[in-house]
Nanobody, 124 residues
Framework: VQLQAYGGGLVQAGGSLRLSCEASGRTFSSYTVGWFRQLPGKEREFVGG????????DYADSVKGRFTISRDNAKNTVYLQMSSLKPQDTAVYYC??????????????????WGQGTQVTVSS
């Protein structure tokens, strides 16, 4: 499956953005999807994830209550709604997919497919 993440941009602190992760190539509904973010020179960090059915989500403590992940399998798209953004949320955001499991993993190496990343910059 091929993933394309988009929707990033520049936003002021306290603002909102919605990222999208669009899949093509295979039936997306069978994949668990995670969102990660990365700063230059740092490791990729788990942000949140959603199971294949959308019935379960999980979030990093740093974004809990501010970010929401949802999916529309009919559109082969997973969304990351980000609210109350902080300057420390600035990073390149990636979506990733893993097959054969309904478990959201916190670890990048558990994901088989990755999108290209989209830059989110939050100004103070």
């Amino acid at each position: 499956v091929q993933l394309q993440a988009y929707g990033g941009g520049l936003v002021q602190a306290g603002g909102s953005l919605r990222l999208s992760c669009e899949a093509s190539g295979r039936t997306f509904s069978s994949y668990t999807v995670g969102w990660f973010r990365q700063l230059p020179g740092k490791e990729r960090e788990f942000v949140g994830g959603i199971t294949w059915s959308g019935a379960s989500t999980d979030y990093a403590d740093s974004v809990k209550g501010r970010f929401t992940i949802s999916r529309d399998n009919a559109k082969n798209t997973v969304y990351l709604q980000m609210s109350s953004l902080k300057p420390q949320d600035t990073a390149v955001y990636y979506c990733a997919a893993r097959s054969g499991t309904y478990i959201v993993s916190y670890y990048p190496h558990d994901y088989n497919y990755w999108g290209q990343g989209t830059q989110v910059t939050v100004s103070s």
